[in-house]
Structures are given as C-alpha cells and as structure tokens.
C-alpha cells in the first residue's frame, strides 16, 4: 500500500542518519535546518509525495508527521479521493471537504502543505482554507511554460498574499 511505501521510505531516511550521524541530521525546524548547517551536516527533511500516502486518514497523518514528515503534496500523478491532481482529469473540483480538513490538520500540525502536482482548483481551495504560508516545492510558472502542473499567474498572486513560496523544478518540459 501506499502508507506502507510511505513507511518504509521514512525508515530508510531514519536508518541513513544513523548509519552516517556524522552527515545526516534530522531537521523538524527551520531552526533546526540552520543550526544543522552551521554544524556542517546535511539537514535531512522529510516529505511525502502525494496526499495518497496517508490513505484518507487524519490519524495516518498525525503518525507521519510524529515519523517527522514535515510536508506532503496533496496529490501526486492521480486524483486522491479528496483532492484533485494536475495530471488527470478532475473529481472533484478541487478539495473536498475531507480534503479541507487534510489541510487545517497539516497547518495545526506544522506540516507544510505542498500544492506541487495538484489542479488549478485544488489550489484555489486550498488557499482559500490555509492559515499559514503554503509551498509549491517543484512547480513552474504556467506563464512562462503552458503545462497542467505549473502555476497560473491568479495563483501566484495569491500565493504572495499568503506569504507563500514556489521554488522551481529543473526538468525541462516544466521550463521550456
């Protein structure tokens, strides 16, 4: 299953830190992230790639983020059953309501919510419930290359009003 992929790849994240303590260190802050650096280790983050991995299960979530999952994309390549993807034709519009509820519990959490992968909707929606900064971790700009899983400018705006953050992905087909 999903949740079991998931599982097993924060596992060997967790088994890398301990086999080289010397390179890797969990990072669960931002703080931690710059105090990790200074110390001259690689700050180690966990994220999971897709809203799947949680198996439409807020408890699911809440043990993730206990792991040390700090972020997760709401969707990767598919639909969820809560959230619509990028990649695939529509279910939902957006989120639903559990998927609305996926993303207060990530904020009340401290999980970052990624919208990296998801719909133009599912964007608006969650922007719309979000309380805190979102990220899109691997997203283009829509205006610079036309393709279903980069930004669109109305999002964009919206996203700095919500003192968010889009970094850039590096595959080409996202840049030109």
Do not use: C
Request: hydrophobic share 40%; glycine share 8%; no cysteine.
């Amino acid at each position: 299953t999903a949740v079991t992929a998931t599982l097993e790849q924060i596992d060997i994240v967790h088994q890398m830190m301990r086999k080289y303590p010397e390179t890797f260190e969990l990072a669960l802050t931002a703080a931690d992230v710059e105090r990790i650096f200074k110390g001259g280790k690689i700050a180690s983050l966990i994220g999971m790639e897709g809203g799947h991995s949680i198996a439409s299960s807020l408890a699911v979530l809440r043990q993730m983020y206990d792991l040390g999952a700090r972020y997760m994309t709401l969707t990767h390549n598919r639909n969820t059953s809560w959230a619509d993807s990028s990649s695939v034709d529509p279910q939902h519009q957006g989120l639903t309501e559990f998927g609305e509820k996926v993303v207060r519990e990530m904020q009340r959490l401290g999980m970052l919510v990624d919208l990296s992968h998801v719909s133009e909707a599912t964007m608006l929606d969650a922007l719309d419930v979000a309380r805190a900064p979102v990220i899109f971790s691997h997203s283009g700009a829509s205006s610079v290359v036309d393709h279903p899983r980069n930004v669109p400018d109305t999002v964009l705006r919206r996203l700095r009003d919500n003192g968010g953050i889009i970094m850039v992905v590096g595959y080409p087909s996202y840049l030109n």
